[in-house]
């Protein structure tokens, strides 16, 4: 009889942001990208229908890129493209960071709950997103904690790696940071690109779908949950839940 090996341990937890954290998209990125927009007197407009279907691309250049492709490709033969782009992406990224500083975005239910009981517990904490390092930091500063930024001892986000998700990249360059194997660390994901990134890199993921994800495919996830819950609520995810779908995932007995 060949010996069934012993589950890795739960080590780390890994999050995506935008979606995942908090529901940053739809009330965050998209009205900042139009304010970029107005700002550089541009009459385009991403109405939420139009910003739902746009997040099909990950990165926020490449998706103003897919857009033009869409519906402005006779903008695509413009010598400057790539640098009106990247100068487009950071005026978005300032009226993002002013828009979350300002008020921040709440996080999802259960999120501050559940990070908590896992730096209680010792565990180690990354971040794994395609969004710009500045806007990890303005959302955990506003919206967790003061000082929580440091509670991650990994942060990969942006253009760290070129490819972005579904690319696993993001994901493999965190668990080379964090110098774990994949076995020993669950990530959070919250769209069917995230999801495949998370698998690419061969990680034991859990998705909390949001209003713009409800109909995707997570074919492979553990788990598919509306959210992490409150602490009173009956769908409350805790760390010893999280422990043992990671130690049944191992083992191959997660539906």
Not at 31 to 53: K, S
Not at 79 to 105: E, F, M, P
Not at 187 to 206: H, K, P, V
């Amino acid at each position: 009889m060949v010996p069934v090996p012993a589950a890795e341990p739960l080590q780390a937890l890994i999050f995506d942001v935008d979606g995942t954290l908090a529901d940053t998209e739809r009330d965050g990125h998209r009205i900042a990208f139009n304010e970029a927009f107005r700002q550089a007197g541009l009459d385009w407009h991403w109405d939420i229908p139009l910003y739902g279907a746009l997040l099909a691309v990950t990165g926020g250049k490449e998706r103003i890129r897919y857009f033009l492709q869409q519906f402005h490709p006779q903008l695509l033969d413009d010598a400057d493209l790539d640098s009106r782009i990247a100068a487009l992406h950071q005026s978005k990224t300032r009226c993002y960071l002013d828009l979350v500083a300002s008020g921040g975005l709440p996080m999802r239910p259960g999120v501050a709950r559940l990070i908590a009981e896992a730096r209680d517990a010792g565990l180690r904490l990354a971040i794994a997103t395609t969004t710009t390092p500045e806007n990890v930091v303005v959302l955990l500063e506003s919206s967790l904690a003061k000082g929580s930024t440091a509670w991650f001892e990994v942060i990969g986000a942006g253009d760290i790696v070129p490819a972005k998700k579904p690319a696993p990249d993001i994901y493999t360059w965190v668990l080379e940071q964090l110098g774990l194997p994949a076995s020993a660390c669950l990530a959070f994901e919250d769209s069917d690109n995230g999801l495949r990134a998370a698998l690419g890199a061969g990680l034991i993921t859990l998705v909390t779908t949001n209003d713009y994800t409800l109909d995707h495919v997570f074919d492979g996830a553990t788990a598919v949950l509306p959210d992490l819950g409150s602490s009173d609520s009956p769908q409350c995810v805790t760390l010893a839940g999280l422990r043992q779908w990671h130690a049944a995932a191992q083992a191959g007995s997660v539906p």
